[in-house]
């Protein structure tokens, strides 16, 4: 917990300045608010009692409380501007911070979180962290310089009134306390729900065409207006409590007030109060009550900020279970040669392997396919060579190093990998082929675009190049999207390749189109292919058939069709007929 507090706190290190402006500006401020009641009691306790009035004087603390005004008015202008400010370059670190962490966790925590509640953490859980930040510090210093010196000034002007005002308020805070504690499990609860409603949005506006194809729009909004309803359950928690701590310390302010009134009026009666004091007192304790307004502000902020920031901090203390080592090297020149040395691999330790005892030793150039049925660990081998997940038994070879004695991010940049689900980003056609190499010019671009059998059916497009894709690529054909990614592959220029099923969602035509650029992009460099349509490796010289003991057969074509195995199983199941 002491660390977390550090970590809260160091985020105000790149705005002391600002910072420290912010809290001279809150303390003026709050100094100044004292003076007016002492100032009152004066004209109406001296000058006002006086034989003969002098109203020199009166103008002369006329025109020297407008001064105040506009100290005043400047120092909140600081603090209700550039305090926000503040808080929201804090709230910009924290986000960049969250979201580079993000980048560095590996495929294993991404495969057991959900997008909506990820998302939720770095937009409104560190909205209200903004709050905190810029008003937190501010409002406990204005509420201190108030609180005190009210306290010293009340103690002045009458001891006995300033005792009975003040046995109150260790009750009231004693209050404050415990619907402090509960506010603050309830607003964690709320930034939950938030979470689950951010999940289920994203979830369906994602799969809205299937939404939309199996006409279960109103499936949809029933499982919407559920999660709506846990929103509304957790709110109403929150304020409960919230309504009953604001209702007790507005009556405790009130019990202030009138206990002021009540023995302020008896001590007058008895002579050992005059009226300008009594005056005094009750503006005083609106300076009292004003703190405590504040810290009902602050109360509501802190738990707001502090969930958030407990969330936040939920994510960071993640450790991306893939890490570079500190002597990790960077790959100058790779041949191609990448060799599985006795690899198992299982998701976590409560799965079973889906990988087991794998061998391979695969040549610079060589093109290798995996076959197999569904969840024999095809795609999953291929994952461990860029080290998207970690061999959990033996050790992945490029040209005899270790891949987890490379950087991720050099391992990485040597392999181009074409999925069968193709993802393009918002934007045109030239950004989402650069995105391979974006130092890449666009004479590059257009190069790799028709080593891909793309160039064509961009120029028949109205804008070319400059073609809005839509979100994921929408408004482009299956066999268009895959043309852009074999081309964004191309001007990636890697020396190892990975096409996972690359061809397998796509109608006969633009398999064979996607076919061709695969082979051009494959030539001489080493190419591993996890193959659906038998038909599109027949050619291959090396075929490695995947079954749950690990790799059962290897060869070619015929040689496989030969030995009358899994191979000769899964192809004369796939063509019977033709």
Known sequence: ????????????????????????????????????????????????????????????????????????????????????????????????????????????????????????????????????????????????????????????????????????????????????????????????????????????????????????????????????????????????????????????????????????????????????????????????????????????????????????????????DIQDTPDALALQHIEGNVTFDHVSFRYNEQTPYVLNNINLDVKPGEYIAFVGSSGVGKTTICSLIPRFYEATKGNVLIDGINVKEIKQQSLRENIGIVQQDVYLFTGTIMDNIRYGNLEASDEEVIEAAKKANAHDFIMELEEGYDTDCGQRGVKLSGGQKQRISIARVFLKNPPILVFDEATSALDNESESIVQESLEKLAKDRTTFVIAHRLSTIKNAKHICVLTENGIEEQGSHEELMKLKGNYARLYNMQFKGE
């Not at 670190?93 to 560095?104: A, G, I, P, T």
């Not at 709110?235 to 405790?252: P, V």
Request: with cysteine.
């Open 1 to 320: 917990m002491k660390g977390r507090w550090k970590k809260f706190l160091s985020y105000y290190k790149n705005y002391k300045v600002l910072f420290f402006k912010d809290m001279f500006c809150a303390m003026i401020s709050a100094a100044i608010t004292l003076v007016y009641p002492m100032l009152t009691r004066y004209i109406t306790g001296t000058i006002l009692n006086q034989p003969k009035i002098d109203y020199s004087k009166i103008y002369l603390l006329g025109l020297f409380m407008l001064c105040l005004i506009v100290v005043e008015y400047f120092c909140n202008y600081f603090i209700g501007y550039l305090g926000h400010v503040m808080g929201v370059y804090m709230e910009r670190d924290l986000r960049n911070e969250l979201f580079s962490h993000y980048q560095k966790l590996s495929f294993r925590f991404y495969d057991e979180q959900n997008t909506g509640q990820l998302m939720s953490r770095l937009t409104n859980d560190l909205f209200s962290l903004t709050e905190l930040y810029h008003h937190g510090p501010e409002d406990i210093v204005i509420s201190i310089i108030k609180f005190i010196g009210a306290f010293i000034l009340l103690s002045y002007i009458n001891v006995k009134l300033t005792l009975i005002l003040f046995a109150i308020l260790p009750f009231m805070f004693l209050f404050a306390w415990y619907y402090n504690k509960k506010m603050k499990t309830a607003f964690k609860r709320n930034k939950e729900r938030i979470g689950d409603i951010n999940e289920r949005i994203e979830d369906n506006l994602s799969g809205i065409r299937v939404v939309k194809s199996f006409a279960n729009e109103n499936q949809e909004l029933e499982r919407f207006d559920a999660q709506n309803g846990h929103y509304v359950s957790a709110k109403k928690n929150s304020y409960y409590y919230m309504g009953r701590y604001n209702a007790g310390l507005t009556s405790f302010t009130s019990l202030i007030t009138v206990s002021v009134i009540f023995f302020g009026t008896l001590f007058i009666s008895y002579g050992s109060i005059d009226v300008a004091d009594l005056i005094a007192f009750l503006l005083y304790v609106t300076n009292l009550i004003d703190p405590v307004k504040k810290l009902l502000n602050f109360t509501e902020q802190f738990q707001e900020g502090v969930t958030g920031f407990e969330r936040f901090m939920e994510i960071l203390e993640i450790e991306p």
